[in-house]
């Protein structure tokens, strides 16, 4: 390569893109002063239009500096500004019409719902239909008299019958108890003019059973428990007025009582229950609702469709 000093100053100061000062020599940049550079053993300062040269650590500095903001920095508007800061900027400066719909706070845990609020006071309670049964220490007391059809129109007196409901909470063993019926009749003594061995139907009578005594010709289910009225040529349930029955349990006690169309002295329980419409063929009085038993029959018997060996059949108010 040519010397720097066969191209003349022309070509040194085209090469280096320095002015050069050819009064002062130089063996390295050490001789030169520290705004020049040793070029070919002259001391050169660089023009000013040229790209001045920067050592190492110069030029790691000029990267630091051209390093990527911290992490936790955010660039907003050509500055770089701090996350918090420029959160809440961003919040202060948001008008309240962009701020986000906040949920409406839920009801504490413990809070009362509207279908929990206690019913009026003069809410009438819902018809549960029949009452309870009666615990098994307490059984004889749910076995009651439930209905009764004893008139038929006309003479024939051939579909009668007295049903008979188990309310104990258990089987009901019948070995004892007898079904009395009771000649009321003010003109004559009060007697009881025919008795039926309940045994005769079955042993037992299963929690909410009924037991029908009835003419043979009534109609029930295969599975109603039933004993038949000794045959007779007439009628073999009176029909008052003022008659009943009573049902006995194996100590010889009353533990249920119906009068019917009056009252007959010794029997019954409160006042008479209302008579059987003879006019309507296959009526009858029965407990409404069915199995209730308040000791009063005339306040527990109602007139209503004969249903022997199933659930009374009770009219509406």
Do not use: K
């Not at 069915?290 to 060996?309: H, M």
């Amino acid at each position: 390569m040519p010397s720097l000093r066969s191209w003349g100053l022309a070509g040194l100061a085209a090469l280096a893109g320095c002015s050069v000062d050819l009064r002062e020599t130089c063996a390295d940049h050490a001789d030169c002063p520290a705004d020049r550079r040793c070029v070919d053993t002259y001391c050169v300062a660089p023009d000013a239009g040229a790209r001045p040269l920067r050592d190492a650590t110069h030029e790691e500095d000029a990267r630091a500096s051209d390093a990527a903001p911290p992490a936790d920095a955010r660039v907003r508007d050509g500055s770089v500004v701090p996350d918090a800061r420029a959160d809440a900027a961003e919040r202060d400066a948001a008008p309240m019409g962009d701020a986000a719909p906040v949920a409406d706070a839920a009801p504490p845990a413990d809070a009362a719902s509207p279908t929990d609020a206690a019913p009026p006071p003069d809410a009438l309670p819902p018809d549960l239909g029949p009452p309870p049964c009666v615990p098994h220490d307490e059984a004889p007391r749910g076995f009651v008299i439930n209905e009764i059809d004893y008139d038929m129109p006309g003479a024939g007196e051939d579909e009668e019958f007295i049903e008979l409901r188990n309310g104990s909470c258990g089987p009901l063993s019948l070995r004892g108890w007898r079904l009395q019926l009771v000649n009321g009749d003010a003109n004559v003594q009060q007697r009881v003019y025919l008795e039926v061995d309940l045994e005769r139907a079955a042993p037992l009578l299963a929690p909410g059973g009924y037991l029908v005594v009835t003419d043979p010709q009534v109609q029930t289910g295969p599975e109603v428990v039933r004993v038949h009225l000794p045959p007779a040529p007439g009628s073999q349930i009176q029909g008052g007025p003022a008659d009943g029955a009573v049902l006995v349990d194996p100590d010889g006690r009353v533990v249920d009582s119906l009068v019917y169309e009056g009252r007959v002295f010794g029997y019954g329980e409160g006042d008479g229950a209302a008579g059987d419409l003879d006019a309507n063929l296959r009526y009858g009085i029965g407990r409404c609702p069915d199995g209730r038993d308040t000791d009063d029959n005339a306040a527990d018997f109602r007139p209503g469709p004969a249903t022997p060996g199933r659930p009374n059949d009770c009219p509406p108010d």
